[in-house]
């Protein structure tokens, strides 16, 4: 849904029965706290049945209740502090075994990814990275580390890549300088989105530059900029956010692009192994 689901919520207020208006009230006031309950637990706590929440969904434009609460969380993970992202965390784990609950959540996301990935957008973004005559990687704070990822093996399969450094506003914009309509820029962001990213992506499109970008949704700020837009899920783990899913997206990328590429690749490789061999860069004594 496009806009502000909350002030949307607001507008129709006029038009909601009674049930729904308490079920409105509430998500407006605790919205925090109700992007992460169940339907049957938010049906207790505002005093209606569970149908007339699921109603309520519904009659915003939702295929039904999962739909709605997922587009509330991917609006309040952009609003909330990390001590909220941990208060409501711990709420969800609760006393159960953090490392089951965890692993089974970073399961369901990638499962959850899975079923929503674009294969269209995906091969387009793979077509364009292996035409581009350069390639730009842009992530900050903790998307820099998928950011890093993706550079170290995009640069065994080609010489054209380039990862953005963002110490500053003004270095940013400086090292995107040289960009051209030739250039493909991977623009990698999840809530809390980055403005640097952001004015980045901006920045490039102006100079007709393709972007693609890995994000977490369609409502995020990187979608309408996208030329391909790579979706994967990245709920709440605590006050930090599961990379898990956009990882499995970098890795099929580097898959995939590496099949397109074998035959350098093999030689590259071959050549690395040669110097890795000779400057004893790895342990070959383990078993």
């Known amino acids: 849904m496009n ?14 029965s009674k049930g729904q208006r308490r079920i409105a009230n509430y998500i407006l006031e605790q919205y925090d706290k109700a992007a992460y309950i169940t339907a049957s637990k938010l049906s207790e706590i505002v005093g209606v049945s569970e149908s007339t929440v699921v109603r309520f969904a519904i009659e915003l434009g939702f295929e039904g209740y999962p739909d709605f609460q997922h587009s509330l969380q991917s609006l309040m993970r952009n609003r909330l502090t990390s001590f909220q992202r941990m208060e409501i965390s711990n709420q969800l784990i609760g006393n159960g075994d953090v490392l089951e609950k965890v692993l089974l959540s970073d399961a369901d996301r990638i499962r959850r990814t899975l079923e929503q990935t ?40 080609f010489d054209r890549v380039k990862l953005l450094q963002s110490t500053s506003g003004s270095e940013l914009f400086e090292q995107l300088l ?22 980045g992506v901006e ?85």
């Open 3 to 16: 806009g502000d689901l909350l002030k949307h919520i607001e507008e129709r207020m006029p038009s909601f």
């Open 118 to 157: 674009n294969g269209t957008a995906f091969k387009n973004a793979i077509e364009q990275i292996i035409s581009a005559e350069n390639i730009y990687i842009l992530g900050v704070r903790s998307s820099s580390y998928l950011a890093g990822f993706l550079n170290y093996y995009l640069r065994m399969i």
């Open 178 to 199: 040289p960009i051209h309509r030739e250039d493909v820029v991977i623009a990698i962001s999840f809530p809390r989105y980055s403005k640097s990213v952001i004015h």
């Open 203 to 287: 920045f490039v499109k102006a100079r007709g530059a393709n972007v693609i970008a890995l994000t977490d949704s369609i409502q995020s700020p990187l979608a309408p900029l996208a030329d391909q837009l790579l979706v994967a899920q990245s709920d709440m783990a605590s006050f930090v956010d599961s990379l898990v899913a956009p990882m499995s997206i970098i890795n099929a990328m580097i898959v995939a692009l590496s099949r397109r590429k074998q035959e350098d690749l093999d030689r590259r490789l071959r050549e690395l192994e040669d110097v890795w061999d000779r400057y004893d860069v790895y342990d070959k004594k383990s078993t």
